[in-house]
């Protein structure tokens, strides 16, 4: 079983790495904004509470957040393990899964940050889409699919943009990141699980590196 956090701000490549991850290991990935998002378009009860927090790059409160966690790591495919992306992002949701897990019996085994710059976030955001079907993440000029208008994991056609990622909601959820997110930091190092890899390199290059962590450990 491997279960693996991966932490970083919005932009590092978080997704991108977890469905390459997802594939490697048979493990699935565990996406909060992805989650939200299906919400948004259900227009369900969280999705509109969620929509508007979202819009403006704040964080959805933790309750919600854990509620859902919580009913979907209850499900079979997670059996085999999961890749948490966007997910502890406060320290009382990083509580909350460790009562979730111990609950489970379940360990955390590593806690993967991904290193990358302001500049360069703003730069990968900007440039974003992904595949409608299966959320994966390709970019204007860096990440195109391999067959044009084809996703590489799932073969759809249909892409698209998110409402979110613009130049000003970037800052926010920027600030948000440090202000809120960063303190995850400590809390996983004092527990002797977090590895630091320098997001700024090429997908490839950062996949090698997370593979050497999991499977080093
Ligand atoms: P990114 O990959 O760019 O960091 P996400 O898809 O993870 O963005 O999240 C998009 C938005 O969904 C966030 O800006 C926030 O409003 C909300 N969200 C996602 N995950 C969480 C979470 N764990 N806690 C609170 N809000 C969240
Ligand atoms: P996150 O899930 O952390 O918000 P994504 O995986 O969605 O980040 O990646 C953000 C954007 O940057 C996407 O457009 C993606 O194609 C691109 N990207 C991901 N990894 C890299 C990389 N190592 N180098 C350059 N661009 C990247
Ligand atoms: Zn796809």
Known sequence: MTNLILLGPPGAGKGTQAKRLEQRY??????????????????????????????R???VHDNVIVAMISDR????????????DGFPRTVPQ??????????????????VLLTVKDDELVER?????SCAN??????????????????????????????DDNAETVRERLKNYYG??????????????LREIDGMADADTVTAQIIKVIDGK
């Open 26 to 55: 048979r493990i699935v990935q565990l996406s909060t904004g992805d989650m939200l998002r299906a919400h948004v378009r259900d227009g369900s009860e969280i999705g509109k509470q969620a929509k508007a927090m979202m819009d």
């Open 57 to 59: 790059g704040e964080l």
């Open 73 to 84: 790591i209850e499900q079979p495919d997670v059996e085999r393990g999961f890749i948490l």
């Open 94 to 111: 990083a509580q909350a899964l460790d009562g979730l897990l111990k609950w489970k019996r379940r360990e955390l085994d590593r806690v």
């Open 125 to 129: 955001i900007s440039g974003r889409y």
């Open 134 to 163: 299966c959320g994966a993440s390709y970019h204007d000029a860096n990440m195109k699919p391999k067959v044009p208008g084809v996703c590489d994991f799932c073969g759809a056609k249909d892409f698209r943009r998110r409402a």
């Open 180 to 193: 809120q997110t960063a303190p995850l930091l400590p809390y996983y190092r004092e527990k002797g699980i």
